[in-house]
């Protein structure tokens, strides 16, 4: 336990350090950030002027160098685009991305897990057929398409819901939060909804079909035989032993959604980190999009040491040794 | 507990409507976010036209663009290098201080330091004296015509206000840790700054103490930047918001024929138009020897057969108009004389191009920007089939705008797609400068490799010295017809202003995108 | 638990055996067809005693075990006959009331007991969690009283640790242990136990069949033991049903069946018991293999591979018959010729 928490941080550093690596050898493609500073109208000199005093003169390898030595000590740089410190920018975005992140989370495994179930269990009932097609659509519609959708019907048509937007949002102490509004929680349900769709068809299909795996093993033949309920056969035995794989992947997704986030945050102007990494690539923001990267990078990793710990406490075989 | 939420629902009901009923709302959305609040940080257009209304320079442009006075009642010039400016008196910052000439040359110290984006925009002038509290003498370094023009662009800084918040220099994104001027800001302007949170939302509110008589009647502005154009047309259509610029070509229809909403229309400034690589020996990758571009004949060629109508028609939806030349009407020192184009006619193009000696055509390395300009992508994309029946094979790359922005003066473009506007100058001074002038030291950044005419680059630096309008305007004029007949430029056309609003809102469209809320009324 | 066994007791009248098989016929509906995978089984097993059942693998042993404990793969399905459960009969129950018998008067014990345990549950919970599904009203403590019992009755040291720890920390020969302890939960009349010693180890395998043993003794459980090692029956059983191709062939004592077998399959059979208890790779005596299910022959079943077989034999069905100390379905002994 203490092993695998000391290899993931020492990962962790690693991890870092190739992704904002491999986004400084990115930064020679996009163009620079001079001309959004300095206008159109500037001369060549004071181009030259501000690329040396950025730094963008330097090799790659030197940019790099410098943003290591500067983020190791929490200096990530002001951004070019906001005028801000990166990490006063990061921090006030990183509470509307991980508040919609994790309630897309919350409602793909809510709606898509007892899915998963029921479509496990009456494999060729109506409702299952009609579920497993809506996923099917689900899985294959883009996210923008399903945001714009609901925006031309809750906003446009009907007028309920605002198309942008977080709500009001409440401040304790450096986090904001849009779950005590109600105009912040309305403000959630489309952007979740968009974010969660994919999620709840994949998890669904999972689920069912890892249940359906399960349902051949010969502990739940055995766990019938002992004369236990279905309810204790399908929701206690089979459920848990599907659950395995679903943590997986749920891992795994929660850090994808990290980045189809932006997509989500860009079609409901939701104040997050996506939002910002998209204006900040517009912008060749340079300490922005370095910064956000590292961010990523730290976020998958970190998602992956606690997938490790939960399989720990839900499977007792990893436990041993 | 039911009847408690009938009776919140109620109150607030009463709360909003009361609330509705004496204030005047704008809610407008834009795609970019406000940089900073700091009038110096950055020369960015929308920037600097929110921030129009809460700073003032010495002078404005007013609905018509043309120049008055705002914070200079009056100014004379004494020399040729020297001029006179005196102050408005009785003018007040919005944190109540009051408006004198060391916040004048406070605020030309502070622009005019190394590193800030607005140097090369002070650059001509020598020092700023004071005579009195209300009076200034500048020096300028060498004649020039267009100092007024420049100072519409230039705000004026609170010396006070700018000191006691650490602020005394424009943010040097080099070495410092944060901007104080990203969240506060005070000005003389029409409207205060009351709530900022950057990239959510920012109010703005009627300043009751301004120096002029309002015109309009709006006591707030609610601003919010919507990146996805989509959403924001959406947002106008629910009625969320009431105004947002820049309607996209496709939701123009959508916006007219809802009730309550309308479209204005207005000219823009800017111009499109292809550049070319005139001066290389070699067109890398053409598959002829020599350089094809360098040939006036070819370049005809290539303009007479783009079918402007057609796309104006098909891509522009009507909104725009066909030019011969980079100067818009809007423009001092127009002349509509000149703005004739060689008409669309491919036998015609076809035959210049055997005269030149490229009968059976060439590839033509083609880079367009997607998303600078209205339907940049689509009507590069028109362009590609439109040449290839005259036999040009062209490749087109796309780019981002800040790759485009990055590569194009780098000179890595041998045929481009560019808009030129000719702001915030509003002269045709700086759009000759920056692409029409052979690319030295200062001039001709935007024209790399490109057109070149020793005595057009003559005429040009006169232009920008010559204070007589006659004379300049011959100069002008003679310049743009020089550089029409040698096809400089590919010219394409005049991007039209959509901006889709309320029927609530009565908005002045002018021509350099402003936008201007002293102007506005709401019903 | 008191209960359950004066329950039992009651239940218990010696002329009614606890397992009592009719001409049990199941089917398997495919594609407008039915495939008959048993046809026409009958036995019945008394207290106490352990019914051996043998057969090469597809011959419907484990299928007559599930349909017994009512969990027939659909669409599988008792097409005829009757089961009876000390003179309950039990094969036209509903699904709920069938359930109520499973664990608690049938306890079924699985031939790998490596995958017989869901590997992310204690034992101990498996375990009081079968006891309360059986005694519902029964305390927690109680509960897990008797877990401890039972698992200290099949023979696991240490029950208190044991209790708390999770299959994978069993071996193999254990986990069969903790099966049969959890088959007991219930307090059964009736175990049926589908080949409990197959996976195991050769010395594991005579300890749990002792330990079957003892329980058929000690408890007067009656236990069907499923298995295709003439040397398993040959060890624990008392009676053996010999089964092909959905068939019952013969059936009778152990010593009668082992020593004097009159089917011309058992005889095959147990020419092939090799020395040790080891498992025959396959019935050396007899040529060929159990035909598939679907293409079982007309007439004797058996008749493309006996050394006897007449023109009879492919044409008409041998019933089981009494032949000497054990029944037989076979011509041979019906009139003493299969010409």
């Keep these: 336990m203490i092993s695998l928490l000391a290899t993931r941080l020492t990962s962790v550093v690693l991890v870092m350090l190739v992704v904002s690596g491999l986004s400084f050898c990115v930064f020679n493609f996009l163009g620079d950030p001079v001309n959004n500073i300095l206008g159109v109208n500037a001369t060549l000199e004071q181009r030259e002027e501000l690329r040396v005093a950025l730094g963008l003169d330097q090799t790659t390898i030197v940019q790099f160098w410098r943003f290591v030595e500067r983020a190791a000590v929490g200096d990530f740089g002001v951004s070019y685009r906001n005028r801000q410190p990166v990490i006063d920018l990061m921090l006030v975005r990183l509470p509307a991305t991980l508040e919609l992140v994790l309630t897309a989370t919350l409602t793909a495994l809510l709606i898509g897990i007892p899915m998963g179930i029921y479509t496990a269990l009456r494999p060729k009932g109506l409702l299952s057929r009609i579920v497993q097609l809506v996923s099917l659509l689900g899985i294959s519609m883009p996210q923008f398409l399903i945001g714009m959708l609901l925006i031309l019907i809750f906003s446009v048509e009907l007028r309920w819901l605002s198309a942008f937007g977080r709500g009001e949002t409440v401040r304790i102490g450096w986090w904001t939060t849009g779950l005590l509004t109600v105009s912040g929680l309305k403000a959630l349900i489309m952007p979740t909804i968009t974010l969660a769709v994919f999620q709840i068809s994949m998890i669904m299909r999972l689920v069912r079909g890892e249940m359906l795996e399960v349902f051949r093993a010969d502990f739940i033949k055995f766990a019938r035989a002992r004369g236990l309920s279905d309810r204790a056969v399908y929701l206690t035995h089979a459920l848990r032993n599907s659950l395995l794989p679903v943590i997986t992947v749920v891992g795994l997704q929660i850090g994808s959604l990290i980045a189809f986030a932006i997509v989500v945050e860009a079609v409901f102007q939701w104040p997050g980190m996506g939002l910002l990494i998209l204006q900040a690539i517009e912008f060749a923001d340079f300490p922005v999009m370095s910064a956000y990267l590292a961010f990523v990078g730290f976020s998958f990793v970190m998602i992956n040491l606690i997938v490790d710990l939960t399989y720990l406490l839900v499977d007792p075989r990893m436990r041993v040794k | ?523 | 638990m008191i209960n359950g066994n004066a329950a039992a007791a009651e239940r218990r009248e010696p002329s009614v055996p606890v397992l009592d098989v009719r001409d049990l016929r199941i089917e398997f509906p495919i594609r407008e067809k039915a495939l008959v995978a048993i046809d026409g089984v009958s036995f019945s097993i008394g207290h106490g005693e352990i019914l051996g059942v043998v057969g090469e693998s597809g011959a419907g042993k484990s299928l007559t075990g599930s349909a017994l404990i009512g969990l027939l793969q659909a669409p599988g399905h008792i097409a005829a006959g009757t089961i009876h459960l000390s003179g309950q009969r039990i094969d036209n129950l509903p699904e709920t009331e069938q359930r109520r018998l499973r664990g608690k008067r049938i306890g079924a014990i699985f031939q790998d007991p490596l995958t017989s345990l869901d590997p992310l549950f204690t034992v101990g919970r498996q375990l009081t969690e079968t006891i309360h599904t059986h005694f519902p009203s029964m305390s927690r403590a109680d509960a897990k009283g008797r877990a401890m019992q039972l698992l200290a009755e099949v023979g696991i040291a240490d029950p208190a640790t044991r209790f708390d720890q999770y299959p994978h920390q069993f071996s193999g020969g254990m986990r069969q242990r903790i099966v049969i302890a959890l088959a007991l939960a219930g307090e059964p009349e009736l175990i049926i136990a589908d080949e409990p010693t197959t996976a195991l180890d050769v010395s594991i395998q005579a300890q749990i069949l002792a330990l079957l043993k003892r329980l058929a003794r000690t408890r007067d459980t009656a236990i069907m033991l499923v298995t295709h090692d003439m040397g398993v029956i040959a060890e624990v059983a008392d009676r053996v049903a010999v089964m092909y191709a959905g068939r019952l062939v013969e059936i009778g004592p152990v010593e009668d069946i082992v020593r004097r077998p009159n089917h011309p399959y058992t005889v095959g059979l147990m020419a092939s018991i090799p020395p040790l208890h080891r498992q025959p790779e396959r019935l050396a005596q007899i040529s060929g293999s159990m035909p598939r299910l679907g293409s079982w022959p007309t007439g004797c079943s058996f008749h493309p591979r006996c050394p006897h077989a007449g023109p009879r034999c492919e044409v008409s069905t041998p019933l089981l018959m009494p032949a000497g100390a054990t029944a037989a379905a076979c011509f041979l002994h019906q009139g003493g010729t299969a010409l």
């Design chain 2, 1 to 523: 507990m039911k009847r408690y939420l009938k009776v919140l629902l109620l109150a607030s009901c009463a709360a909003l409507a009361t609330g509705v009923a004496h204030a005047n709302t704008l809610r407008f959305a834009e795609a970019q976010e406000i940089s900073s609040m700091d009038p110096h940080a950055a020369r960015e257009d929308f920037t600097l036209s929110l921030l129009a209304n809460v700073y003032e320079g010495l002078v404005r442009w007013n609905a018509d663009l043309k120049i008055e006075p705002a914070l200079a009642e009056s100014w004379e010039a004494l020399s040729d290098t020297k001029w006179k400016f005196n102050l408005r008196k009785n003018v007040k910052f919005h944190n109540g201080n009051p408006f004198t000439a060391d916040d004048v040359i406070f605020s030309f110290t502070r622009a005019g330091s190394p590193g800030s984006p607005f140097a090369g925009l002070l650059e001509p002038i020598k020092e700023i004296t004071k005579i009195d509290d209300h009076t200034i003498e500048m020096t300028l370094k060498r004649k020039y015509a267009l100092l007024l023009n420049d100072f519409a662009g230039w705000y004026i800084l609170d010396k006070e206000f700018q000191e006691s918040v650490g602020a005394e220099k424009p943010i040097d994104l080099s070495t410092t840790t944060g901007g104080a001027m990203t969240t506060q800001g005070v000005g003389t302007g029409p409207f205060k700054l009351s709530e900022r949170q950057p990239d959510i939302r920012t109010v703005f509110v009627k300043n009751p103490d301004w120096w002029d008589k309002p015109q309009h009647n709006i006591d707030e502005i609610v601003y919010t930047p919507i990146t996805n154009a989509a959403t924001r047309v959406a947002a106008l259509l629910s009625g969320e918001v009431d105004f947002i610029r820049n309607a996209p070509s496709q939701d123009i229809a959508r916006i007219e024929s809802t009730p309550g909403m309308k479209i204005m229309r207005a000219p823009h400034l800017r111009n499109i138009f292809f550049g070319m690589d005139q001066q290389s020996a070699e067109l890398e990758g053409s598959g002829v020897k020599g350089n094809p571009l360098a040939d006036v004949r070819v370049r005809k060629a290539i303009y007479q057969a783009i079918d402007i109508e057609g796309i104006k028609r098909s891509i522009m939806r009507d909104n725009s108009r066909p030019t011969a030349v980079p100067l818009a009407p809007e423009l001092p020192f127009y002349d509509a004389s000149l703005d004739e184009r060689f008409p669309f006619d491919i036998e015609a193009s076809k035959k210049l191009l055997e005269e030149a000696g490229y009968k059976d055509g060439f590839t033509l390395p083609m880079d367009c920007p997607a998303g600078s300009f209205i339907n940049d992508e689509r009507i590069c994309q028109a362009v590609v089939g439109m040449i290839a029946k005259v036999g040009i094979k062209a490749q087109l790359n796309m780019h981002t705008p800040v790759q485009f922005d990055t590569e194009l003066p780098a000179g890595k473009y041998a045929f481009y797609m560019l808009g030129w506007a000719g702001l915030p100058t509003i002269d045709a001074y700086n759009i000759m400068s920056a692409t029409f002038h052979t690319p030295t030291g200062d001039l001709g950044a935007w024209n790399p490799k490109g057109y070149s005419n020793k005595h057009v680059d003559e005429l040009i630096e006169k232009i920008g010295t010559e204070y007589e309008p006659a004379k300049r305007q011959e100069m002008i004029s003679e310049a743009v017809k020089t550089h029409r007949d040698e096809v400089g430029k590919i010219m394409l056309h005049q991007q039209f202003l959509t901006w889709g609003m309320s029927d609530k809102v009565n908005a002045i469209v002018p021509a350099d995108e402003y936008t201007r809320f002293w102007y506005y009324t709401m019903k």
